[in-house]
């Protein structure tokens, strides 16, 4: 879903680059913090439809202010997924892993 990257802005992963999930029944994710940041947590976005305005949050926030090895689970996700940045102070580097069950 996303390789390694460094962020310290707030910042919404391109739309291009959200990924279709919606033959799927359980998405389980695996966020790897191997920078962290002062302040910033990572927040997962769905939508039926790949356009901005459609996106709205999903589950729970990820903090990135800790090299840290987290799972997050979302059931019965829409079609489209992606991430976001939010409260960031200072730069996390940070990648994630997903796979979907049926």
Do not use: C, H
Not at 1 to 10: G, V, Y
Not at 11 to 38: C, M, N, W
Request: hydrophobic share 40%; no cysteine; net charge negative.
């Amino acid at each position: 879903m996303q390789e390694l990257t460094d962020q310290s802005t707030n910042t919404v992963q391109d739309k291009e680059d959200a990924i279709d999930v919606g033959s799927y029944r359980t998405l389980v994710l695996q966020i790897r913090v191997v920078g962290a940041a002062t302040a910033g947590s990572i927040q997962f976005e769905e939508a039926m439809v790949n356009e901005n305005s459609a996106f709205q949050s999903v589950g729970s926030t990820v903090p990135l202010t800790a090299v840290n090895n987290l799972k997050l689970v979302i059931q019965d996700p829409m079609r489209m997924l992606r991430w976001r940045t939010i409260n960031m102070n200072g730069t996390a580097r940070f990648t994630i892993e997903v796979i979907g069950r049926t």
